[in-house]
């Protein structure tokens, strides 16, 4: 076989197409131009619903950018709730407060697994950082916390402003 090529046409793009009218047109050469053939198959209902589902996946490409556009700020917005929950801890503050925040935070996001796992991530980083560092309340601890306090604030604000519905 000296080349094949495949075109797939549909009548999905003109928005008319139900999945028996997708077909696949196959021109195969041979041998050289005098052994041309066509051929026209349609195609199972799984392989133009695959096709469907491929032609989607282009198509969502555009949200996807817009989510990672904010995923970053998101991240580090989780690492500053787990950072900011270790250290009000570590000075007295015996609640759960902020592991709740994050709570939240997961729930509303409503993230797929591989989102949902880079964000508990970011904050159990947030939190083991700063285990690692202050074993007991000092006073750069308690400004350690003002400032996380200050950029969590900061960040909830931009992310809400920015790509809030």
Not at 106 to 125: C, I
């Amino acid at each position: 076989m000296r080349a094949r090529r495949l075109n797939l046409f549909t009548r999905a793009s003109c928005g008319q197409a139900k999945s028996s009218d997708i077909r696949m047109n196959v021109e195969i050469y041979e041998n050289g131009p005098k052994r041309r053939f066509h051929e026209t198959a349609k195609l199972s209902g799984v392989s133009a619903t695959m096709l469907v589902i491929a032609a989607l996946a282009f198509a969502i490409q555009p949200a996807r950018a817009a989510e990672a556009a904010y995923e970053k700020p998101l991240l580090r917005l989780a690492e500053v709730l787990g950072a900011v929950h270790y250290l009000r801890n570590l000075c007295g503050e015996t609640s759960d407060a902020w592991r709740g925040k994050m709570q939240e935070l997961l729930t509303t996001e409503a993230p797929s697994p591989e989102r949902r796992e880079k964000l508990v991530a970011s904050f159990n980083q947030g939190y083991r950082a700063f285990a690692g560092t202050y074993q007991s309340c000092t006073q750069q601890a308690r400004s350690a916390i003002s400032g996380y306090m200050e950029e969590g604030a900061r960040l909830s604000k931009d992310i809400a402003q920015r790509y809030g519905n």
